[in-house]
């Protein structure tokens, strides 16, 4: 079993005006394997995006450890910590953060631009090829006033792919999409995970956490169970099935 991502006792704090802290995830233990596509699920304000924050290094928690591939991140400098996240991990958001004065390739360029060693017709290429991918490479030089929400998020995940990570961290990627769009997306991400991307996604939508290896419940702060499943195979399509054994699964579970 080869660990990308082990957290180990993470507490994460946050301040409560000047002299009261107050606890936001509390003594989480989690390990996500290399390959794996995985759902976070639980009630609004359990600390879902929280955890995303923590165990990518884009937040620093406040005691325990978190490895990335067998290395401590967690104390790791801002420099490195950015580094490994440029070169190693793929961010996508509910709101796609996208530059609006910058054309949609180059938005799916921008983060491998920023790294020094960057050859730009290759960049290009890749770029076109990510765009093509996903089924908007005819889009490539319109700006982000001219495109979908879905098509927005499947730039989004072109420029998440751009660097070629090891893993994607989606903090509610569908959240803002019509379930035709969802659908669409989440075909999208399979694909990516079936060529060996790790996933990670925060979801509300048992539909979306039906497409993933497993499902992981938060509540209060706290992981509270999970939900192996067996790797999702567009040939079978049982989608339905799994979403409605999610379902009951989060019933049982009190949610
Ligand atoms: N920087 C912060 N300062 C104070 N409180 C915070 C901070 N970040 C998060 N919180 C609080 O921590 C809790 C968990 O937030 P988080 O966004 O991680 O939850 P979530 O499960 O992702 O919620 P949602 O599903 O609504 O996005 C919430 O009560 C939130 O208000």
């Not at 995985?38 to 406040?62: A, C, E, F, Q």
């Not at 879905?150 to 803002?176: H, K, M, S, W, Y």
């Not at 995970?193 to 509540?219: E, P, Y």
Request: aromatic content about 4%; proline content about 2%; some cysteine.
């Amino acid at each position: 079993m080869n660990l990308i991502i082990e957290a180990r006792s993470l507490n994460k704090n946050v301040a409560l005006g000047s002299d009261r802290e107050f606890p936001i995830l509390k003594d989480i233990n989690l390990a996500i394997e290399e390959g794996e596509f995985v759902s976070v699920m639980g009630p609004s304000g359990s600390g879902k995006s929280t955890l995303l924050y923590n165990i990518s290094g884009m937040d620093r928690m406040t005691s325990g450890s978190v490895t990335f591939r067998g290395s401590e991140i967690s104390s790791l400098k801002e420099e490195e910590l950015a580094q490994i996240r440029l070169n190693h991990m793929g961010f996508i958001f509910q709101d796609m953060n996208l530059l609006k004065n910058l054309s949609l390739i180059d938005n799916v360029m921008f983060p491998a631009i920023v790294s020094k060693s960057a050859d730009k017709d290759k960049v290009h290429r890749k770029a076109k090829e990510l765009m093509k991918m996903t089924g908007i490479e005819k889009l490539a030089d319109n700006d982000i006033t001219q495109g979908s929400g879905g098509q927005l998020q499947r730039v989004a995940i072109c420029r998440a792919l751009i660097n070629e990570p090891d893993i994607i961290f989606g903090d509610e990627p569908t959240g803002a999409l019509d379930s035709k769009a969802t659908a669409e997306i989440m075909s999208i991400l399979t694909e990516i995970n079936k060529q060996g991307t790790t996933i990670l996604l925060v979801t509300h939508d048992a539909k979306v956490a039906a497409k993933t290896d497993r499902v992981l419940l938060m509540a209060d702060g706290k992981l509270v169970g999970e939900k192996k499943m067996s790797k999702y195979n567009t040939q079978y399509d049982d989608s339905k099935r799994r979403e409605e054994s999610i379902m009951r699964w989060l019933m049982e579970k009190g949610f």
